[in-house]
């Protein structure tokens, strides 16, 4: 497996796996299905504005990304950023969102990122147990402010000190 900046040539084998994730799952409160353009727009602005987007791949197949950018807008935020980690259901359990998200923190530290922040569903059980086994504390939980599948549903907010 290697991990590599993400390019726009990427962005449809990303949306494979990203698209029914947001149509079956509240792993994201999102409901719109993202097109190859979105995706490929993704990946440009964030390398454009100094963040990053990465792959895992193994062969040809793009088994997982992970991003991140500033939390909150205003040069008071500067330091903190948030993340978004997807991975496709064939590199579930296999080390893989694990080796991206330390690439990840490892990026964030070159720009002087001193704080990574992770959004997670309160059902999303295993985003919780995976944040807190790579060192995230739960520091808020938001009682119901996302809403999909005509329910409402909390928001874990976790953080991890660079």
Do not use: C
């Amino acid at each position: 497996m290697i991990i590599r900046r993400a390019t726009p040539a990427d962005a449809v084998q990303i949306a494979d796996f990203w698209n029914p994730q947001i149509r079956n799952t509240v792993v994201t409160f999102s409901s719109l299905e993202k097109s190859g353009d979105d995706v490929a727009d993704m990946i440009v602005e964030r390398q454009g504005l100094g963040y990053e987007f990465l792959v895992a791949e193994i062969m040809g197949e793009i088994l997982g990304f992970v991003t991140y950018s500033q939390f909150r807008a205003g040069n008071g935020y500067r330091h903190t950023m948030e993340h978004t980690i997807i991975l496709a259901p064939t590199a579930w359990g296999r080390g893989v969102g694990r080796t991206l998200m330390l690439a990840i923190e490892d990026h964030a530290r070159t720009i002087s990122a001193h704080s990574m922040i992770a959004g997670v569903s309160g059902e999303n059980l295993a985003g919780v147990r995976f944040h807190a086994a790579l060192g995230y504390e739960e520091m808020l939980v938001l009682p119901q402010v996302g809403y999909k599948f005509d329910r409402w549903f909390d928001l874990v907010l976790m953080q991890k000190l660079l």
